[in-house]
């Protein structure tokens, strides 16, 4: 399972950070995930709190932010969402703009405890 991995690859990240800070009591993850990254939210959650249970990091709160898939026009420099996989730039109408956001799985913030 795709998910499993991924929550596990995060644990061991809260661990590296929770080492070398030592002290900290890590109490949330922050994780952005693209839109095209595949990978399903709830089941992700679900294995994170499968394999955080009964260990020292419980409790340990996975937050999840979606980011929604946008390009860049390279031509008038506008920002959009790609709606129905339509790259077309809607302010000049080429379709030679560039992805910006969408694919991403990455660790945004890790919050500590007072
Ligand atoms: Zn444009």
Redesign the pocket.
Known sequence: MHEMTIAQSLINAVRAHAKRRQGERIVAVGLRLGELSGVDAEALKFGFDSLIKGTDLDPLELQIEHAPHRHR?P??D?EFDVIDYDVS?P??G?SQTESISGDEIEIIYLEVED
């Open positions: 026009c031509t008038c506008r730039c302010q000049c080429t």
